[in-house]
């Protein structure tokens, strides 16, 4: 019903910065939820970032609190996530996931569609 497609990821060194964007496809995108997730090995998916359908309110990890930032463009169909002072923690596969669900939601299980993901890689 609706594709995401992320872009942007990369290789970084500690402190650099990084924007990911998440294109959209499908229904209308302004009437869906979206957020972003970051995931490694052997760990389950962490949430990072959610912005709001209809309001555009955000809600971040407390791990990313400051140094990232989401936003939307309705018109371009596209969400980003603007990613400062990186940290080496902040390596992972990020993925971009989208919910027809009003309000805030940070657990992956209430996400509806998904992306492939990008990987970012911070070195120190």
């Known amino acids: 019903q609706v594709q995401l497609v992320e872009s942007g990821g990369g290789m970084m060194q500690a402190g650099g910065s990084l924007r990911l964007s998440c294109a959209a496809s499908?229904?209308?995108?302004?009437?869906?939820?979206v957020a972003w997730f970051r995931q490694n090995p052997g760990k389950e998916r962490e949430f990072v970032a959610t912005?709001?359908?209809?309001?555009?309110?955000?809600h971040y990890a407390d791990s990313v609190k400051g140094r990232f930032t989401i936003s939307r463009d309705n018109d371009k169909n596209t969400v980003f996530l603007q990613m400062n002072s990186l940290k080496p923690e902040d390596t992972g596969l990020y993925y971009c996931?989208?919910?027809?669900?009003?309000?805030?939601?940070?657990?992956?299980?209430?996400?509806?569609?998904w992306g492939q993901g990008t990987q970012v890689t911070v070195s120190s």
């Open positions: 996931a989208a919910s027809p669900r009003l309000g805030t939601h940070t657990f992956a299980n209430e996400y509806n569609y």
């Open positions: 499908g229904r209308t995108f302004s009437n869906y939820a």
């Open positions: 912005v709001r359908r209809g309001d555009d309110d955000t």
